[in-house]
């Protein structure tokens, strides 16, 4: 087995790296607030994760705190040696993954950017969906980690493939959310019971595991971060941001984006995204 680097032990990148310690890697971690993980080695710096490492798997909150850790001082890319792998499931702009792949192809490095899909459930569980861009022969080599990390990994192609991938996911989910939140908020309103709504609607077209899950979730108010709502809207800030290179108009996305500005503004962040629901209720009073 090769030796495995970990950086960002978050709410997803905890599981994620427990996970790879029960699948016998031997692995090396660094976070930036000080955590413990049973069966790996933690260690003070990004750099000293690659140094130890033959593959550096990075899980972190945005492109600058990427390119920070794998660009900037002590960082991966100053521990990694020649024929190493950096496989960032961070969810970043596809620009991002474009340079950090070709600052690190100078140093003979390869790169991928493989973000997933899935919440927290998923990173435990092992069932991450991961979407993945660069070569084809790197994800060859990383395919035994994405055996261990998730139930469906999809090549998709060259480096920033697989953030664009994931930029298009967090658009559905994100107007899928609203349009959950949204049917909901009529029954109610209209005197049916949201419950029974949301079971008649799980046996038709209208059926998702947004509906199924987050459905459940707006029933019961229950918000506790599976996937926090501002790195929701993060996400869809890269969405608009691509969607403006491209010159791709995505009307309901900016929408979306709003109602998560919202959200936040009224101090709910840190709630599960599934909390837009809050935003609609609160019009009503």
Do not use: W
Not at 108 to 117: I, K, N, Q, R, T
Not at 161 to 181: E, F, M, P
Not at 236 to 247: F, N, P, T, V, Y
Not at 269 to 276: F, I, M, P, Q, T
């Amino acid at each position: 087995m090769e030796r495995i680097g970990f950086v960002g032990l978050g709410i997803m990148g905890a599981p994620m790296a427990r996970n790879l310690v029960a699948a016998g890697y031997e692995l090396t971690f660094h976070n930036r607030s000080r955590r413990e993980l049973d069966g790996a080695t933690g260690v003070g710096t990004a750099r000293a994760v690659a140094e130890r490492s033959d593959i550096v798997i990075t899980m972190l909150p945005d492109s600058p705190d990427v390119e920070d850790v794998v660009l900037g001082a002590d960082g991966v890319a100053e521990g990694l040696r020649s024929g190493g792998l950096l496989v960032d499931m961070s969810t970043v702009a596809p620009a991002t993954a474009r340079r950090v792949h070709a600052a690190l192809a100078e140093r003979g490095v390869d790169a991928l950017d493989a973000p997933v899909s899935g919440g927290e459930a998923a990173a435990c569980s092992g069932e991450l969906s991961i979407m993945v861009g660069g070569s084809e022969q790197a994800v060859e080599r990383a395919r035994p980690l994405f055996d261990v990390l998730g139930k469906a990994t999809t090549y998709v192609g060259p480096p920033g493939a697989g953030q664009v991938t994931k930029a298009a996911n967090q658009v559905v989910v994100a107007l899928t959310i609203q349009a959950v939140a949204e049917a909901l908020l009529l029954a109610r309103a209209s005197g049916v019971d949201p419950a029974r709504v949301r079971e008649a609607l799980l046996g038709g077209f209208a059926q998702s595991k947004v509906l199924e899950a987050h459905g459940q979730r707006m029933l019961d108010g229950a918000f506790d971060p599976g996937f926090r709502a501002a790195l929701h809207r993060k996400d869809l800030g890269i969405a608009l941001q691509s969607a403006r290179e491209q010159h791709v108009p995505l009307l309901a996305t900016a929408q979306a984006a709003e109602l998560f500005n919202a959200l936040i503004a009224q101090g709910d962040g840190d709630r599960d995204h599934s909390a837009l629901a809050l935003v609609y209720e609160r019009m009503l009073r």
